[in-house]
């Protein structure tokens, strides 16, 4: 699969990294191709590409906050959890949504 | 319920609003300890710290609306901003404090979805929408709401539940001590701590000061803890861990919980037991010995600002001491390095939807 993803916590300087490496490392792992945005206090940083949005088969939006910029995910299919799934469970989550994604 | 994620809404405000108490705290703290004071008098002459308190306590004022503003923008994206802020200025002035003005943020934030999505008007008048009609409408009519009705029972609310806490002697204060340095000390700045956090900065604003120091003393806790156990025995502790609490006490010293989070994940049930447990015993004697602290957040640096600050460093170093002792005692020698992939714990994803 090909998967983007936004990471964003309340405090914005502490889960929201550990979720996006859990996700990184998590995809990778499984031999998925993934991009993770952060939303955090500090601003958005490593910013997903259009490119990358317009080839992924699914969007992971890990944020116990509201996240900016959702309308870029517009006809993407979504997946919208708080930071602590991904933290504990990564790779459950993403074999979740491959199967019932069906890919 | 669950449709709403009025959780969601609160922490994103939060999120927007600890920029704000940690600056306006720190700045307090600054200039008291530099001997400034508010400036009553713009006209005559003042002070570097004099400037600084009075810009700190100009920032307090802020708490209300930039909630408010943070919970209508959650809700009704950047419409809600405009009149969350004005629905935060109402409960600063009618006393209702950031309880009245997380409350004005809900009831405008959905006000305004509801008008986005009922109000037909004509082509020309597309753009009086946002500008005009949407902020215009949903500030008098959920601004009168909170000046006539809703200001009246949190106003009640905010009143009893300010001189509950200042009354509260002995015993009482002893567990309101310890359920408030739990939870602070629980999840290492996650929303458990953030509750409790909230909780004590909305008491800071009417006065009530001992939450702030359980909540200051209990976020100083697990990273002091955490250290003080691997330096009684670093043999129970591996390269990674070390590394991790390296990092992790210099955080604690300026308050900041989160270094301790690696430290937990390796080894969550001792790790957040014993750091809930100290966390307990230092906000008890916090309550018990009655220190308070004028501010926020800040770490060790604030300590000569507080209330009876011998009382803080000895509620600090018992719940240290308390957290070493259960770690030290519970802890186990790593049979091997841990690997950074650690097992995953079973979730339930039934309710994970896959949308659009």
């Not at chain 1, 940083?45 to 116990?64: G, Y």
């Not at chain 2, 001997?35 to 308190?53: E, F, M, Q, R």
């Not at chain 2, 955080?251 to 447990?277: F, K, L, Q, S």
């Amino acid at each position: 699969m090909k998967i983007v993803g936004i990471a964003a916590c309340t405090s914005g300087i502490a889960h929201t990294y550990i979720a996006k490496e859990k996700l990184l490392r998590a995809a990778e792992s499984l031999g998925h191709e993934i991009h993770v945005e952060t939303q955090g206090t500090i601003g958005t940083e490593d910013e997903l590409q259009l490119d990358d949005i317009k080839n992924a088969d699914v969007v992971i939006i890990a944020a116990d906050i509201k996240v900016g910029g959702k309308e870029r995910f517009k006809g993407k299919k979504i997946v919208e959890v708080p930071t602590h799934v991904v933290i504990k469970s990564p790779k459950g989550l993403i074999n979740k949504i491959q199967q019932d994604l069906g890919l | 319920m669950k449709k709403l994620q009025l959780k969601k809404h609160a922490l994103t405000a939060i999120s927007y609003m600890l920029p704000l108490v940690v600056t306006a705290g720190l700045l307090i703290a600054i200039g008291n300890l530099t001997d400034g004071s508010v400036i009553s008098d713009y006209k005559a002459p003042y002070s570097i710290p004099d400037a600084l308190v009075s810009l700190g306590v100009l920032g307090m004022g802020l708490i209300a609306p930039v909630m408010a503003a943070g919970v209508s923008y959650s809700i009704a994206d950047r419409p809600g901003i405009a009149p969350g802020l004005f629905m935060g200025l109402i409960a600063n002035s009618i006393g209702a404090g950031f309880l009245g003005g997380m409350l004005g943020g809900y009831l405008v934030g959905y006000f305004i979805n509801w008008l986005k999505a009922s109000i037909k008007v004509p082509k020309w008048a597309e753009g009086l929408m946002p500008m005009m009609i949407v902020p215009m409408v949903s500030t008098t009519v959920i601004g009168l709401l909170m000046f006539f009705v809703l200001g009246v029972p949190i106003v009640w609310l905010s009143d009893w539940l300010t001189s509950t806490l200042r009354g509260l002697q002995g015993g009482s204060s002893f567990i309101f001590g310890a359920v408030m340095g739990g939870m602070a000390a629980f999840d290492f700045g996650g929303p458990v701590n953030k509750v409790a956090s909230l909780f004590a900065d909305g008491l800071l604003l009417e006065g009530v000061l001992g939450p702030e120091a359980c909540k200051i003393c209990a976020s100083m806790i697990p990273p002091f803890g955490v250290t003080l156990a691997w330096i009684i025995n670093k043999k129970k502790y591996t390269k990674q861990e070390a590394d991790n609490i390296k990092i992790a006490f210099p955080m604690g010293i300026c308050m900041i919980t989160e270094g301790v989070i690696p430290i937990a994940a390796n080894d969550p049930i001792r790790v957040i037991g014993a750091c809930t447990a100290g966390g307990a015993l230092g906000g008890a004697l916090i309550m018990l010995m009655g220190v308070g602290s004028p501010v926020p957040s800040g770490g060790m640096f604030i300590v000569p600002a507080m209330d009876n600050p011998v009382g803080f460093l000895i509620a600090l170093g018992a719940g240290t001491v308390l957290t070493a002792a259960i770690l030290v005692i519970t802890k186990k020698v790593p049979v091997e390095t841990p690997i950074v992939d650690e097992e995953e714990e079973e979730l339930d994803f039934s309710e994970v939807v896959i949308t659009g």
